[in-house]
T-cell receptor, first 114, second 115 residues
Framework: DAGVIQSPRHEVTEMGQEVTLRCKPI?????LFWYRQTMMRGLELLIY????????DSGMPEDRFSAKMPNASFSTLKIQPSEPRDSAVYFC????????????FGNGTRLTVT | GENVEQHPSTLSVQEGDSAVIKCTYS??????FPWYKQELGKRPQLIID?????GEKKDQRIAVTLNKTAKHFSLHITETQPEDSAVYFC??????????????FGQGTILTVHP
């Protein structure tokens, strides 16, 4: 299994531009999570999905952030418009429906907004 | 919601010494406590986890203990090696509850093992 696949690995964009991060979870996993990691705030859960349905988006910082999961093998996290304070590493993770299943993280997307 | 506090934020040890990282959690309903290791520039990876129905779990040089009454759990690494140097995160969740899978992470501990 290739694991959780995220793209791009690095993204540099200017303030005000739209940014789209992509994730392919491990095949067969029922849960998909988006995390953001910064030095100041650590690992923060932004949103998670169960069977493609958003369950909890209380961690999404503001309306500029949106996430979708159109099918079981693909999810996007979009920031529009982007701001310098959005600079962070964004991780996607997936897990099985088993209530004791661990999270498997992707390699992350390092976003820099100038 | 759940709040997880992790200490220390940095830990420096000599090779061969033991390292202990401690976490406390606030939600008494939490029942799943994983530990993740993150090497520089890489993704967090699960190294060990413990469920609330056991007090201790060991895997070679790594062990985790859980005190449900006090709501704290700890990671113990014995005979540390330079390759153990990384950031370690504890986390907690109510696996099986309505907020399943919503892992709350501690702030992380930067462990440095000096040869």
């Amino acid at each position: 299994d290739a694991g959780v696949i995220q793209s791009p690995r690095h993204e540099v964009t200017e303030m005000g531009q739209e940014v789209t991060l992509r994730c392919k979870p491990i095949s067969g996993h029922d849960y998909l999570f988006w995390y953001r990691q910064t030095m100041m705030r650590g690992l923060e859960l932004l949103i998670y999905f169960n069977n493609n349905v958003p369950i909890d988006d209380s961690g999404m910082p503001e309306d500029r952030f949106s996430a979708k999961m159109p099918n079981a093998s693909f999810s996007t996290l979009k920031i529009q418009p982007s701001e310098p304070r959005d600079s962070a590493v964004y991780f996607c993770a997936s897990s099985l429906l088993d209530s004791l299943s661990p999270l498997h993280f992707g390699n992350g997307t390092r976003l820099t907004v100038t | 919601g759940e709040n997880v506090e992790q200490h220390p934020s940095t830990l420096s040890v000599q090779e061969g010494d033991s390292a202990v990282i401690k976490c406390t959690y606030s939600d008494s309903a939490s029942n799943y406590f994983p530990w993740y290791k993150q090497e520089l520039g890489k993704r967090p990876q699960l190294i060990i986890d413990i469920r609330s129905n056991v007090g201790e779990k060991k895997d070679q040089r790594i062990a985790v203990t859980l005190n449900k009454t006090a709501k704290h759990f700890s990671l113990h690494i014995t005979e540390t090696q330079p390759e153990d140097s990384a950031v370690y995160f504890c986390a907690a969740s109510n696996a099986g509850g309505t907020s399943y899978g919503k892992l709350t992470f501690g702030q992380g501990t930067i462990l440095t093992v000096h040869p």
